[in-house]
């Protein structure tokens, strides 16, 4: 019996020695400069930076946004509900464990950014594991309620909906009225043309010049967060930390800028105008088409202008100015790729407005050799030699237009 | 009248006639049965009753009253009544009158397909127009996405299938939190189409749905309903964790029904060859269709059916001329087809349908008087509900199964005693099958945190748990396992067999120019039969019409395309299926003088080398091509048997003769195992595989492995029998318990098979298997089984 009692002792000893205990937790608040706060729902890393309101993110000054013309921000973002000053919003990012969505992503770092005293304080809320959800969820909630809208980058299609699944999960109100500007929807409107794509990081390095010496890649965010859990090692974490607070004074920063863009357009290059041309149009036609104007006269790549060049003449001829349209139309058919479009807008200008069957017909013929030189599709070419062909009926008919 | 006559005369004429009446090897009478009815219950909502009185239903049926009652006391019910009985009044009733008297009630209402919760839409929206408290409506994958949110907030009945709850709603559960907080009831339907892996999978996503239940507070109630199986109690337990009450006395009326076993005559003694079946199946369908008496026919496969059709429409053409009275229907047919012959069905319009197992489930097809099953369905279960098909309503109907000449249908016509005496199958899950488990665990800890000590179910799942986390995808912290991966674990765990990756099958014969963007998809098909079927070259039929394959396009990166054109050809085409089976772990043996046998997991490859033409009508080989597509390779459980070198040697000292004498086994011992695990001949795979080094890793088909096991050097075939199933749903594991029984059964039904040198009711047609096969099979089979 004795024996067997050791054998199992031994046993026990190897499966121990093999299993080493968890290394104790480096301490994480101490590493990203926070504390540890007690909620009332448990304790929670919290980690408070405060920016004077001159500070500058990148070439932007974050009091730009305090006197961003919000109401009209909102209308152009389509906001439900109403947004009048930007000292009562909350500027919101979460870094989760995943982009699946669904009831097991979680979002275990939320940077929120508010006016406080003067200042912008940057708040970020880290549960160092899955049991101190409670507690973050309790910290945000005062928040949001203090809140007077919330300003996100994605966060209608993300952020919002995560962190509406953690509420109600935890069994608590989500304070769904509450005002939301997503950055996403103007960012689109506004950069959608002209860079490789509309993210927050492109964004931030394209216009707001911010320059981030070492971030890390977003994708890699859960799987560090993963590593921390099992190991306990909070050193790769610091990088996340800053990519989170960098990416709420960028919202700050964005909102400073399209404030400062939609109140004039002294300093903004000849794509940004074009961009801001596009965020006026349902709202003022006349203020997009002056920014179309003035991206023109600014200078734009090839592809931008003979784009804007369409879209103005558009404008141009709804107005029935005919003599600025037919300027466009002329420029855009001289495009290096052909393009049928000016060509038949001219056309049908010199057959049924200045009653032309002359001219309109060489137009016509112009841009026919053009396509074939072209190798257009055969929809294009016989699109074109019908006109040809219906201008010379009428001209050899000597039919007044 | 006039037709109910015609039906009588004709069953007449079979047994009579001298061509047909010795075909005929069993004929059973099922008397006619009248309706036990009672009044509507004195609980019942007026304005429910009024509503029934208003679509003509004054009383219920017995079984109908006695649910109500018992989902009334609280219980869990399961009913179980034939066809047409009226069981979807025995769940609608008591969900009608919860969701009128409780404002916030919800109930969730599961289907295995799609198409029948439209059906049951449909009926609930007749009732609804008098209760407009009822807002109901289905939730699936034909959902459109902007039109979920809406049905989230407002909908108190919700019609889905266990696919959307497993992978739509249960990891978005807070999205519909008021539905969950407020489930009175959860009614499933069709519970005997959750066998095998699929009911496994559904055991567990109830298992998941508790957990969700048991978090907003409900403990909902369930109403099952099953078509005859042996064990419905059982198996609704199994599936809902919870004791339910079993209700199998229908008081529904039941009209006269013959049921008649048809074995195809010998045309060729020696070879024991008899007419194909399935010329046979159509040639007595035509019988029936002929004068006008509706009639549809089950077939056992696709191509099957496509067969069948081809020649019923010819049959029915010449004498008619119009063809169009009978329909094909099948999976593979687009959703809008279907509900086409469904309709036509439905409203007369089409007399006859020619179908696979798919319209077995209760999908609305109205009113059809006969049943021709060709070929023996595979289970006893099935075979009831193919023959329900005819005579839902009707005072005489009849079945007619035509046997085809494997095995198992051999033995069912001849033992006709077996056959009507044998109670349904016992449908068999195995919740607990690691595959299966270990995958709704992940969902379960995805939806919610799962404790430490929690049970999943009633089961003990602690030291799953603890693997999990060591595999990373868990994280224990605070007494809890929280999804600790950046998956979405629903998205990897399919609830069926089939794949969700599906092929579509487009038309380009009417292309032209002005018609290069309209796409005219003419089917899909799923990606484990995809390569079996619409190979380039392949002939694949819609409705009997032939395609040719022209391009399929099955890269990762691009989308699942099969290119066909309208052809006009009178063959059609096989594929020829070049196979491997590698064994991976052992997992148990037993090992005899002459047999060794053993269980355990195997590696099954699998890859389409080319196909043969077969003339429709005479089924002769007309031509052959060769085919260039990927290997498809799975995980399964299997039996191996392999026999030793010197009792080989004692048998034959010719490896040809040896291989096609195991071979024999192997054919023998497939077709017969069904009858021992209760499953479809097609749950399991045979294969004559070779251990020696030379083949590992290599496919090949049937000639070139012969050619290999002569030529090797070693001599080392094993005979594998496999569960086709991707991790198996415990088919080897029963295999290898009943094979002493297996045994001795196939080495009885050899010595008893009249054949002179092999047909393919003992070990296969001799053309294919050669005429030493049957006396070597016979040798081994005597020491195997000894």
Known sequence: MASTLDDLRRVIRRIEAARPPRPAPEPVERLVGGEVVETGSGPLVVVRREFALAHRHGGQALEDALAAPLPLLARLARVEGALEAADRLLFLDTETTGLAGGTGTYAFLVGAAH???????????????????????????????????????????????????????????????????????????????????????????????????????????????????????????????????????????????????????????????????????????????????????????????????????????????????????????????FDPRPWEELAKFHEHRSGDLAAARAVAERALAEARSAGAALRVLDALACRVARLERRLTRGLAP | MIQLRMLGEILDDLLISAVTGPCITATRHFPARAAVTVPFPAGLDPRIADALRARGIDALYSHQALAWERVERGEHVVVVTPTASGKTLCYNLPVLQALVRAPEARVLYLFPTKALAQDQLAELE?????????????????????????????????????????????PHHTKWANLFQNLRYVVVDELHAYRGVFGSHLANVVRRLARICAHYGSTPQFILASATIANPGELASRITGQAVVELTESGAPRGEKTFVCYNPPVVNRELGIRAPYLGEAAALALRFLREKIPTIVFAQSRLATEVLLTTIKQGVADRTGDSSIVRGYRGGYLPTRRRAVERELRAGDALGVVSTSALELGVDIGHLDVAVLAGYPGTIASLWQQAGRAGRRSDRSAAVLVATSAPLDQFMVTHPDYLFGTPPEHARINPDNPFILVNHLKCAAFELPIGEEERFGALEVRRWLAALEDEGVLHRTGGRYHWASETYPADHVSLRTVTTDNFLVIDTTARDAREVKKRQIIAEVDWSSAFATIYPKAIYLVESEPYEVQELHFREDEEKVAYVKRVDVDYFTDAITARGVWILRRLDGREGEALLAEQGEVLVAEKVVGFKKIKLGTLENVGSGEVELPQQERQTTAVWLTVP??????????????????????????????????????????????????????????????????????????????????????????????????????????????????????????????????????????????
């Open chain 2, 126 to 170: 007749a009732l609804a127009k008098a209760l407009p408290e009822l807002r109901m409506s289905t939730y699936d994958g034909d959902t459109p996405q902007d039109a979920r949110r809406a049905v989230r907030a407002r909908a108190n009945l919700v019609l889905t299938n266990p696919d959307m709850l497993h992978s739509g709603i249960l």
């Open chain 1, 115 to 337: 006016v406080e005293g003067g200042r912008l304080v940057v708040v970020q809320h880290f549960m160092r594991d899955f049991d101190e959800e409670p507690a973050l969820l309790a910290a945000l909630e005062p928040l949001l309620a203090q809140a007077a809208g919330v300003v996100t980058f994605n966060g209608a299609g993300f952020d919002l909906p995560l962190l509406e699944t953690r509420f109600v999960l935890a069994r608590r109100r989500w304070p769904a009225s509450l005002p939301h500007l997503d950055l996403l929807r103007p960012a689109r409107r506004v950069w959608a043309g002209w860079l490789d794509d509309c993210r927050l990081a492109t964004l931030e390095r394209a216009v707001l010049g911010v320059d981030r010496a070492v971030d890390v890649p977003g994708s890699l965010i859960p799987a560090l967060y993963f590593d921390y859990l099992r190991s306990r090692r909070a050193a790769p974490l610091a990088r996340v930390f800053a990519h989170n607070r960098d990416d709420v004074l960028s919202l700050v920063g964005l909102v400073g800028w399209l404030g400062r863009a939609l109140e004039g357009q002294a300093g903004l290059r000849g794509p940004e105008l074009l961009g801001m041309g596009r965020l006026w149009e349902h709202e003022d036609p006349d203020r997009a088409a002056a920014c179309y104007r003035a991206a023109l006269a600014a200078g734009l790549p090839d592809p931008l202008a003979h784009w804007v060049r369409l879209r103005l003449a558009r404008w141009e001829k709804r107005a029935a100015r005919w003599e600025a349209a037919c300027a466009l139309w002329e420029a855009a058919s001289a495009y290096a790729r």
């Open chain 2, 645 to 786: 070198p010197a009792v080989l040697e004692r048998v034959s000292p010719s490896r040809e003769a040896l291989v096609d004498g195991l071979r024999g086994v192997s054919y023998l011992l497939h077709h017969l195992a069904p009858i021992f695990l209760l499953c479809d001949v097609r749950d399991l795979g045979a294969w004559l595989g070779d251990t020696t080094p030379v083949a590992a890793g290599v496919v090949a088909t049937r000639e070139s492995a012969a050619r290999r096991f002569v030529q090797a050097e070693e001599f080392r075939p094993t005979i594998y029998l496999y569960d086709v199933h991707a991790g198996g749903i415990g088919l080897a594991e029963r295999l290898f318990e009943v094979l002493p029984d297996l045994l001795r059964h196939a080495r009885q039904t050899l010595e008893a098979c009249p054949c002179a040198a092999g047909c393919p009711s003992c070990v296969g047609p001799v053309n294919e298997v050669g005429r030493r096969a049957k006396p070597i099979a016979a040798r081994l089979l005597a020491l195997l089984a000894a």
